[in-house]
């Protein structure tokens, strides 16, 4: 896994609250078994008309958002379904952070695994941000801050495991894997209770 | 000892290691995989050249992207049927069980964990899939999980969790003819919104609860991720060991008997503290709709639909707005009487036995509204098998509906079952997000007793009015 490290960028405003995954990418794309191609596919039924062609009103269509590298969401954002088409998606179109009041679950741990960092600022902070989208931000996960225009720094919250792998690039599986040995033990001393393979 | 509740309990008997600086090493008892959040997971199993640790302990099926037509017809999506190919060649590949299209035990995924007795009390179990929480009917710590996960867990039998905080869900009194355990999830979503379970998970209790069928638990667990919770459960009582008792990969003789004895250790303890509690009259309750685009936006079926105008929060009232023209209703008005187009009677919310029984008794001897598209599709091979062997098929088709075979349907549009745009359903399953059941189609979530009435009708309806 690459390292996570500090980058500036514009936003992309999106002023949705509880934006779910079946809008991030609609169901119909997962039918894919790569990973790939997902990028143009990102926000696609509200992104392209009904024959096909980019929407030239939809924020992400619009020129600046093609070279931003944070979605500045709603509340709630990424509620809904476990696909990890979704920060899949993201990521390919070109994001590497979002901000939001507050993530679901499941779209956070997904995000946190792809290297795509979920924010999560105070309402104020929001609030000010959507008043003025076009300034340029920075973000240093090292140090857990949000630089501001003006040079205001605001704290962001993450889990200190998380934040650790994404700085360093490690990879959970090969964590996991180390811990073989324990796993062994477990297995050990607690019998399975169903047998599938019987 | 200190008391604790359920969900502590679980998770103590299941950390694998607790390294400071980093989350749980948690152990998985039970993996259930299909085809739509899998075949990732294998690939980078294969690029790392890692086996299933535990294929014992995992199991597959195909759901989502697979058709309801007849099995004998092929799956014309060229894209669906190499997803489903690839699912089968890859259990095969790690030896794992695959419950594939020809097997009689396929079926959702959360429908056939429980029917074969895999789901059991105490467990945890995972799925790449969001509605995993329906096992936590079982007093299971049930949970969806993405793709890496997904790889995780086959690699190693474990995840690496942070705690969630416990929330209390008391649901007490006795529920009036008509309502149902659907109606008592879609009241507590509606009550805390789509974002009020985040970071938690919850337990559902009290004596509403206590009365539940199995099957009518496993609605209310379902939806504990539509009020953004990642898991809910039940604690495990004799309605569950008879439940579970005598099914296929349920433990036996002596074994059984010790497993029971363990089960019987796991509600929470009195005293346990709950980081959140909420309590639900269950008398009080009424038969449950949605009107808008997320599941939070639902209201007893006699209320009126909101009015923007009434909300102070900008972003909200903009969400309210926004939903009400993508579903082209008016403020203020009442959604019963709404026509509909489609009713949907189906999804691993609503499609075990108990849920078609429901629906049958309102179509019995009655037609399907001439206009209305009526789907019944059964969660599995074996509720299909069941519900034919006591001549539910017939009723529904001679009510003028259509009866398919498993799978998630018009849930997730992603298999040819889909609204068109603009369509209106009235829909048994979870999710009534913009374009969930086909792109512009419109949801409305309800009862399968209520779908059934509005089958009838060809309007919302409220089933109360055709209950005998």
Redesign the interface.
Known sequence: MTKFTAFESRLVPFPIDNLDTDQIIPARFLKTISKEGLGDQLFYDWRYDADGKPKPDFILNMPDAKTSKILLAGDNFGCGSSREHAPWALLQYGFRAVISTSFADIFRGNSLKNSLLPIVVPHDVHAELFRDPNITVKVDLAAQTLTLSGGRTVQFPVDAFSKHCLVEGIDELGYILQQAPAIASFEAAHPALINTAA | MKPRTIIEKIWDNHI??ERP???A?L?I??HLVHE??S??AF??LRA?GLKV???????ATTD??TPTTPRSFPII?K??A??VA?LEASCKEF???CFGLSSEQQGIVHVIGPEL??T?PG?TVVC???HTATHGAFGALAF??????V??VL????L?Q?RSKTYEVRVDGALKPGITAKDIILSLIARIG??GG??CVFEYCGSAIRALSMEERMTVCNMS?EA?A?AGLVAPDDTTYQYVCGRE?A?EGA?WDA?VAGWRKLPTDDGAQFDKSIQIDAAALEPMITFGT?P?MGIPITAMVPNPGDITDP??R??LA?ALRYMDLAPGKPLLGHPVDVVFIGSCTNSRISDLRNAAKILKGRKVHSGVRVMVVPGSMQVKAQAQAEGLDQIFRDAGADWREAGCSMC???NGDQLQPGEYSVSTSN?N????QG?GGRTFLASPLTAAASAITGVVTDVRTLLP
């Not at chain 2, 969806?144 to 996960?149: K, N, S």
């Not at chain 2, 997000?433 to 969930?436: A, I, L, S």
């Open positions: 694998v290691s600086g980093a989350p090493l152990y008892d039970l739509v959040t075949p990732q690939d980078g790392r640790r535990r294929p014992d302990l995992t199991i989502h992207s999506d894209v669906a190499a997803q690839r030896g794992i069980r007795g895999l059991q467990m790449g899939d969001s969806g999980i993405g793709t890496t996960e790889e995780h690699a190693t039998q474990c690496l942070n789509i974002g985040t970071g991720i953004g990642r990969y433990p074994a497993a997320n939070g972003l909200e903009d969400s926004k997730i549009a992603m999710r997000f913009e374009g969930r792109k």
